[in-house]
């Protein structure tokens, strides 16, 4: 019995990371027959199409096993939707899960996090500071695929800083403002801070351990890239989502070259 997490890593020179830990749908076929949900099911809740997104000119992580399987963005208790209350309300797993999976899968989840602090510390060996892009998306039609979007509590992009140590405010508003100076699908953007996600267990682990070196910036796209019902994308949108960070890279570069 081995189950595995299916994970990319690309490094290039650059102090900067952009990760996409929740794109993956691969589930261990050990773990199937205990799984209670189709394909279909999941994919609802995962983000897809967020590697396309975060494949950014810096270093990349990228996940290929679900979140149903292995939730890299929560702590190790839990990791594994055991109950419904993890899971938005949806039952994950049959009773009988048998206890070495769950062993495995928190081993995992310890081996995974050693390598991202592996890396994180060779970054900042090298050039003195980081930052982390951690690329998300979200549901804002709940109901119904015909549910109209409420706009007011659903931004185009909700940015997640809850985590970050207060020396980064900075680094954030011009963040922010390169956003702004933006348009998304040839619209004004709404981006937000910590509206309806303030960072996961990433933001919080990396910062709790290196929060005076560097940051991490949680990207929410609402899933206006998409039909978030039946996962079809739409591939402009997704691609204009891309460019839309890769033009944020330079005022990264400008922050730690003029700023800090």
């Known amino acids: 019995m081995s189950l595995q997490i299916s994970y990319h890593i690309q490094t ?59 939730d890299l963005n929560r702590d190790i208790e839990q990791s594994v939707y055991l109950r419904p209350e993890l899971a938005w309300g949806l039952d994950v797993w049959e009773e009988n899960l048998p206890s070495t999976f769950l062993e ?20 900042i060996q090298k050039y003195g500071f980081f930052v982390v892009l951690d690329v998300h998306s979200y549901n804002a039609k709940r109901t119904s695929a015909r549910e109209e979007v409420d706009k007011e509590a659903n931004p185009q992009i909700n940015l997640g800083t809850y985590y970050n140590t207060p020396k980064w405010r900075l680094l954030t508003d011009n963040f922010v403002a390169a956003i702004q100076g933006q348009k998304l699908y040839g619209e004004p953007i709404d981006i937000r801070e910590n509206v309806k996600f303030k960072g996961g267990y990433l933001s919080q682990f990396i910062n ?43 005022t990264l570069k400008d922050y730690f070259v003029y700023e800090r």
Not at 47 to 68: C, H, K, M, W
Not at 108 to 113: A, I, L, T
Not at 221 to 244: H, S, Y
């Open 104 to 123: 495995i899968l928190y081993k995992k989840h310890r081996d995974v996090y050693r390598i991202i602090e592996r890396h994180i510390q060779t970054t």
């Open 208 to 250: 709790a351990n290196f929060g005076e070196k560097g940051c991490v910036l949680a990207i929410e796209f609402r899933k206006d890239f998409m039909n978030e019902w039946t996962g079809e994308p739409d591939v402009q949108r997704i691609a204009a989502c891309k460019q839309l960070l890769i033009n944020t890279v330079q």
């Open 12 to 70: 290039v020179d650059s102090p900067f990371w952009s990760f996409a830990i929740h794109d993956g749908h691969h589930i261990d076929d050990d773990l199937l027959p205990y799984l209670l949900l189709n394909s279909k099911q999941r994919l609802r809740e995962e983000d897809p199409y967020t590697a396309l997104i975060a494949e950014l000119p810096i270093n990349q992580f990228v996940v290929g096993t679900s979140r149903f399987q292995l």
